[in-house]
């Protein structure tokens, strides 16, 4: 099998995904807030992707400027990441139906099937996060167009379960929709290795912060091309009287100032001086805003600089276009060895 041939037997592997998402290669941008912006979406598409915004706590109106001013970078398909616990939540829902947005992802908790059923109704594609097998079986009955599944492995927040294993359990089973497969994917092997399991195809995020087109600070992609796989780590819980979403992100000053904060905390709701409540609250807000110091003011410090295991994986910056040519290249490089029984693949990038 010779590159041509290999190339052509990963357009069928990802054809579903291709023909869903309405691009070229079926490699999904995931909806990182602050970085997932009209820069890197337009540039994740324009190469032949599907770049994906990330509206995090936007307000409706500053999310259609948003898609309006990507919609200005490129004339392929993008889609939205919607959070499901956002207050208005069916509004944004109405401003991505209004720019006519070909899709929409629903992230951060099982969604409402109102959100569903509107974002079917006004003629666009539903994407839903399933951590579990009944959860997406639950999705699909509500009307959902596809599933993402996204492992442990992930930046941000993340569940409990591993890629793999969420892999081994969904994909087999969900078969009325496409489903793709996200959390630590950063080489164009393990994206090939998930279509061959039946993924339409895959979600990347960490993999482009560094791109050239990303508004990320310099000090954020220094932070990420210095770090490896085990520098990603998941928040730490010290009481289960307060629970923490776990987030992972690269450890750093911030990280042990957590720590430390949780402590005092809990040590002062030992004493009677705070009640649970209050203590909660000063837990959940230690975050607040260090997502934004971090990727856009550069202060990767006292801010949190949300990483995936596979930023071990990257290496430098470079221009999108040529981070998704180079997965292709990576998968396709994988196919050839296959066929022609080499022990070891060949060296691409």
């Keep these: 099998m010779g590159p041509g041939t290999a190339r052509q037997h990963l357009d069928r592997l990802w054809a579903r995904g291709r023909a869903f998402l309405g691009c070229d290669i079926a490699i999904m941008g995931g909806g990182m807030t602050w970085v997932s912006e009209r820069n890197l979406v337009s540039a994740i598409s324009n190469g032949g992707g599907f770049g994906v915004i990330a509206s995090g706590s936007m307000s409706p109106d500053l999310l259609s ?3 309006a001013a990507t919609r200005k970078l490129t004339q392929r398909p993008f889609g939205v990441n919607l959070i499901t616990m956002h207050p208005q939540l069916l509004d944004l829902v109405g401003v991505c139906l209004d720019h006519k947005v070909s899709h929409v992802v629903l992230a951060g908790g099982l969604p409402p099937t109102t959100a569903i059923q509107r974002i079917r109704g006004g003629g666009a594609k539903a994407m ?127 990280t042990k100032k957590f720590l430390d904060m949780q402590r005092q905390v809990i040590e002062r709701v030992d004493r009677g001086e705070l ?12 975050w607040a805003g260090a997502l934004r110091r971090a990727v856009i003011d550069g202060d990767v410090e006292s801010g949190s600089v949300m990483a995936g295991q596979s930023v071990g994986m990257v290496h430098d910056e470079q221009p999108t276009a040529a981070i998704l040519t180079e997965l292709v290249d990576q998968a396709v490089a994988a196919l050839v060895a296959r066929a022609t029984g080499e022990r070891e693949l060949p060296r691409v990038g």
Excluded: W
């Design 275 to 286: 009640d649970q409540k209050a203590a909660q609250l000063e837990i959940e807000h230690f």
């Design 65 to 67: 400027a948003e898609i």
């Design 128 to 254: 839903c996060f399933a951590p579990a097998l009944v959860i997406a079986r639950k999705l699909v009955k509500s009307g959902a167009d596809a599933i993402i599944i996204e492992g442990m492995e992930a930046g941000g927040h993340t569940g409990p379960v591993s890629t793999s294993v969420l892999a081994q359990e969904i994909l087999p089973a969900i078969r009325e929709v496409p489903v793709f497969v996200a959390g630590g994917i950063g080489r164009g092997e393990a994206v090939l290795g998930y279509l061959e399991m039946g993924a339409a195809g895959c979600q990347l995020g960490t993999r482009f912060v560094c791109a050239t087109e990303s508004i990320a600070h310099p000090r954020f992609k220094a932070a990420f091309i210095k770090a490896n796989a085990r520098d990603a780590v998941l928040s730490v819980q010290l009481d289960p009287r307060f629970p923490v979403i776990p987030v992972r992100a690269l450890a750093n000053a911030a």
